[in-house]
């Protein structure tokens, strides 16, 4: 079996579900939805149920009860039985504190009896609750909350102002009793003024010191970094028209190169021609040659003839050979000028292009010098010009300071001028205060003289002075002095407690 239960409540009222089932299994039963609602308003309450147990010979039971402030309830329920073997079933209506119901009897054993349904039972319920309530509800209980965290704003509030009140209490009684004591014992301010203000002095005059040296290392650094600049500038100067030379030079260099290039050219040209004049030569004296030998050949064939041939082809053999020397002698001397002009040039060139490449050395190790003595300018600059802006924030800082220090120094002089001032103001004021008392004093001594006077010539007297009631007036006295008079520069508060005082002195007499 289990059972659910859900419960709402608001005012005086609330709301209960609950859901039960039970299951038999040795009966095949089987039960389910049951349902309980109570609603109360005020001191009134209501409730719905409805229980089902289902069986196959089972009965159906539904029951709804309603009950109002004056605790009535209204009750109704219908069952009805159906059976394969037979059953019975029962309906019961009751209503307030009397059980009377009407039910039917057992039906007859062994019949279907027929299920009927109350439809008056199955009509909706008018509870006449509000959809809004609910809204309404929860908007009370936010203003509640709201009005909770103000009131505790406000205790909160409350004990601030107490603890500052107590606070308060306690400066004043601490200026009450600081008062008293000036009063009492007169306390000089002055020397620890004196000393505070010309130690503030000393320290804007230190601080003004500081100001100048750190100005005149300032100027130096400035001088210094200028002094740098145009050594910076100088050297920049050098090294362009070092870079104009170079760009000179190498436009030098390139023109001798391209010299150099076209002799090698040349050189090589003259040598192919060379070549080719020597294949020739050596082409025309085979040729020759061979000509020569065949020629002879042909004069050998010839031998039948009387011409003297061997003188003619030695004579065209050495005319032929005087020719190939004087072309050879020629070749040889043409070629051995042109190659060593060629010689002499390439070493002319060459000693320039030697004497061009160690000027370009020189100059290359000349730009890296100045290169190099650039950077470390430029790197001291660079240290010298942060060494300067720290300089510089340095001063402006030790400016600020002195500034910052200068102001609250001028501020602590105003502020002790003013407590000075104050100071004075409230030792006069307690001086004057003093005085008023003193004079006081002086007054009510010479009263209480001239009563004790009075007193003493009364007893001595006898019959002088008559007391009425023990009252003295503290304007005059009349007695047996009648000229003596009381001046008193009190107030009437002070007369008058006096006057009382003396009055209970005077009553025992």
Same mark, same amino acid.
């Given at each position: 079996?289990?059972?659910?239960?859900?419960?709402?409540?608001?005012?005086?009222?609330?709301?209960?579900?609950?859901?039960?089932?039970?299951?038999?299994?040795?009966?095949?039963?089987?039960?389910?939805?049951?349902?309980?609602?109570?609603? +109360? #308003? !005020? &001191?009134? %309450? /209501?409730?719905?149920?409805? @229980? =089902?147990?289902?069986?196959? *010979? $089972?009965?159906?039971?539904?029951?709804?009860?309603?009950?109002?402030?004056?605790?009535?309830?209204?009750?109704?329920?219908?069952?009805?039985?159906?059976?394969?073997? +037979? #059953? !019975? &079933?029962? %309906? /019961?209506?009751?209503?307030? @504190? =009397?059980?009377?119901?009407? *039910? $039917?009897?057992?039906?007859?054993?062994?019949?279907?009896?027929?299920?009927?349904?109350?439809?008056?039972?199955?009509?909706?319920?008018?509870?006449?609750?509000?959809?809004?309530?609910?809204?309404?509800?929860?908007?009370?209980?936010?203003?509640?909350?709201?009005?909770?965290?103000?009131?505790?704003?406000?205790?909160?509030?409350?004990?601030?102002?107490?603890?500052?009140?107590?606070?308060?209490?306690?400066?004043?009684?601490?200026?009450?009793?600081?008062?008293?004591?000036?009063?009492?014992?007169?306390?000089?301010?002055?020397?620890?003024?004196?000393?505070?203000?010309?130690?503030?002095?000393?320290?804007?005059?230190?601080?003004?010191?500081?100001?100048?040296?750190?100005?005149?290392?300032?100027?130096?650094?400035?001088?210094?970094?200028?002094?740098?600049?145009?050594?910076?500038?100088?050297?920049?100067?050098?090294?362009?028209?070092?870079?104009?030379?170079?760009?000179?030079?190498?436009?030098?260099?390139?023109?001798?190169?391209?010299?150099?290039?076209?002799?090698?050219?040349?050189?090589?040209?003259?040598?192919?021609?060379?070549?080719?004049?020597?294949?020739?030569?050596?082409?025309?004296?085979?040729?020759?040659?061979?000509?020569?030998?065949?020629?002879?050949?042909?004069?050998?064939?010839?031998?039948?003839?009387?011409?003297?041939?061997?003188?003619?082809?030695?004579?065209?053999?050495?005319?032929?050979?005087?020719?190939?020397?004087?072309?050879?002698?020629?070749?040889?001397?043409?070629?051995?000028?042109?190659?060593?002009?060629?010689?002499?040039?390439?070493?002319?060139?060459?000693?320039?292009?030697?004497?061009?490449?160690?000027?370009?050395?020189?100059?290359?190790?000349?730009?890296?010098?100045?290169?190099?003595?650039?950077?470390?300018?430029?790197?001291?600059?660079?240290?010298?010009?942060?060494?300067?802006?720290?300089?510089?924030?340095?001063?402006?800082?030790?400016?600020?300071?002195?500034?910052?220090?200068?102001?609250?120094?001028?501020?602590?002089?105003?502020?002790?001028?003013?407590?000075?001032?104050?100071?004075?103001?409230?030792?006069?004021?307690?001086?004057?205060?003093?005085?008023?008392?003193?004079?006081?004093?002086?007054?009510?001594?010479?009263?209480?003289?001239?009563?004790?006077?009075?007193?003493?010539?009364?007893?001595?007297?006898?019959?002088?002075?008559?007391?009425?009631?023990?009252?003295?007036?503290?304007?005059?006295?009349?007695?047996?002095?009648?000229?003596?008079?009381?001046?008193?520069?009190?107030?009437?508060?002070?007369?008058?407690?006096?006057?009382?005082?003396?009055?209970?002195?005077?009553?025992?007499?």
């Amino acid at each position: 079996m289990n059972r659910q239960t859900y419960s709402m409540r608001g005012g005086g009222g609330g709301r209960s579900y609950s859901a039960a089932s039970a299951v038999i299994p040795s009966s095949h039963r089987a039960g389910f939805s049951s349902m309980s609602m109570a609603r +109360g #308003g !005020g &001191g009134g %309450g /209501g409730g719905f149920g409805s @229980r =089902s147990l289902y069986n196959l *010979g $089972g009965s159906k039971r539904i029951s709804i009860g309603v009950g109002s402030s004056f605790r009535a309830a209204f009750g109704s329920g219908a069952g009805g039985g159906a059976g394969l073997g +037979g #059953g !019975g &079933g029962g %309906g /019961g209506l009751g209503s307030g @504190r =009397s059980p009377v119901g009407f *039910g $039917g009897g057992p039906p007859g054993v062994g019949t279907i009896q027929e299920v009927t349904v109350n439809q008056s039972l199955l009509a909706p319920l008018n509870l006449e609750i509000d959809p809004s309530i609910h809204q309404v509800r929860k908007d009370e209980k936010e203003q509640i909350k709201t009005l909770n965290n103000k009131f505790a704003s406000f205790i909160d509030k409350v004990r601030f102002l107490e603890q500052q009140n107590k606070v308060l209490e306690t400066k004043w009684t601490l200026l009450q009793d600081q008062g008293q004591k000036n009063s009492s014992g007169k306390s000089n301010l002055d020397p620890l003024f004196e000393a505070y203000i010309n130690n503030l002095k000393r320290q804007l005059a230190n601080l003004l010191n500081e100001r100048g040296r750190m100005d005149g290392e300032l100027k130096n650094m400035q001088d210094l970094v200028e002094d740098f600049k145009n050594k910076y500038e100088e050297e920049i100067n050098r090294r362009t028209a070092a870079e104009n030379e170079f760009v000179v030079l190498k436009k030098d260099v390139d023109a001798a190169y391209m010299n150099k290039v076209e002799l090698e050219a040349k050189v090589d040209a003259l040598t192919d021609e060379l070549n080719f004049l020597r294949a020739l030569y050596d082409a025309e004296l085979a040729q020759l040659s061979a000509q020569v030998s065949d020629t002879a050949v042909i004069l050998s064939m010839d031998n039948n003839r009387d011409l003297d041939l061997s003188s003619i082809i030695a004579e065209v053999k050495a005319q032929y050979e005087d020719i190939a020397n004087r072309s050879r002698a020629e070749a040889e001397a043409w070629y051995q000028t042109k190659f060593e002009e060629l010689q002499a040039t390439a070493g002319k060139h060459g000693d320039d292009l030697r004497n061009t490449k160690g000027e370009i050395s020189e100059l290359n190790r000349l730009i890296q010098r100045i290169r190099s003595e650039i950077e470390n300018t430029r790197n001291q600059s660079q240290s010298l010009l942060l060494q300067c802006a720290t300089l510089q924030t340095a001063i402006g800082d030790s400016e600020e300071r002195g500034e910052l220090a200068l102001k609250d120094a001028k501020a602590k002089i105003i502020d002790l001028e003013d407590a000075l001032q104050k100071a004075k103001a409230d030792m006069a004021r307690q001086l004057r205060e003093y005085q008023e008392l003193m004079n006081v004093k002086l007054a009510l001594d010479i009263e209480i003289a001239t009563y004790r006077k009075l007193l003493e010539g009364e007893e001595s007297g006898g019959s002088g002075l008559s007391t009425s009631g023990g009252n003295f007036s503290s304007g005059s006295a009349k007695g047996t002095n009648p000229g003596v008079k009381i001046v008193s520069k009190t107030s009437s508060s002070k007369k008058s407690i006096k006057s009382q005082s003396l009055k209970n002195a005077t009553q025992p007499e």
